[in-house]
T-cell receptor, first 110, second 110 residues
Framework: NAGVTQTPKFRILKIGQSMTLQCTQD?????MYWYRQDPGMGLKLIYY???????DKGEVPNGYNVSRSTTEDFPLRLELAAPSQTSVYFC?????????FGEGSWLTVV | DAKTTQPNSMESNEEEPVHLPCNHS???????IHWYRQLPSQGPEYVIH???SNVNNRMASLAIAEDRKSSTLILHRATLRDAAVYYC???????????FGTGTRLKVLA
């Protein structure tokens, strides 16, 4: 049972670099989410999607972009990485009133 | 987005019941009350959810106040494996956004 798969698990970026966090789910869920979690804090919603081709901003979208070309994939793009984007990123999908989270991607910007 | 308020931390003895409170005074009629928990270095996992009536499952019970402005997650017999951060979340019934708060860190004493 794959569920929600995120890659990479760990990444170190230099200030100003760009990267994409990949997320894929095999449960045919329409709703998908990206959250970030800073040390000792709760989760903050970055972007979410209610289906292929439809995305919307969450609480903290600045510095990020998303796309949803298929039901399965919901990549998160970081443009011009900044130290403030050092965080753990969780991708999730929702089905039958339950959110399923990936294992997280630890990102450090130096 | 409606907000939730939870105590920062709670302690319980092993094998005893635990009552985790949550206030959501600005809840709307279409908001579902969800509970998730997060073990260290893991993504959150589903615990239970409800709309108006009390709910039970194998993990816990959810007691919802009649006016829906508060709820309580009940763990009937706490174990050491229940030590986690517990999040009370309101799922926006219109947009399907899940907004996490800071959660309650539960410590279970042996």
């Amino acid at each position: 049972n794959a569920g929600v798969t995120q890659t990479p698990k760990f990444r170190i970026l230099k200030i100003g670099q760009s990267m994409t966090l990949q997320c894929t789910q095999d449960m045919n869920h329409n709703y998908m989410y990206w959250y970030r979690q800073d040390p000792g804090m709760g989760l903050k919603l970055i972007y979410y999607s209610v289906g292929a081709g439809i995305t919307d901003k969450g609480e903290v979208p600045n510095g990020y972009n998303v796309s949803r070309s298929t039901t399965e994939d919901f990549p998160l793009r970081l443009e011009l990485a900044a130290p403030s984007q050092t965080s753990v990123y969780f991708c999730a999908s929702e089905g039958l009133d339950t959110i399923y989270f990936g294992e997280g991607s630890w990102l450090t910007v130096v | 987005d409606a907000k939730t308020t939870q105590p920062n931390s709670m302690e319980s003895n092993e094998e005893e019941p635990v009552h985790l409170p949550c206030n959501h005074s600005t809840i709307s009629g279409t908001d579902y009350i969800h509970w998730y928990r997060q073990l260290p270095s893991q993504g959150p996992e589903y615990v239970i959810h409800g709309l108006t009536s009390n709910v039970n499952n194998r993990m816990a019970s959810l007691a919802i106040a009649e006016d829906r402005k508060s709820s309580t997650l009940i763990l009937h017999r706490a174990t050491l494996r229940d030590a986690a951060v517990y999040y009370c979340i309101l799922r926006d019934g219109g947009t399907y956004k899940y907004i996490f708060g800071t959660g309650t860190r539960l410590k279970v004493l042996a």
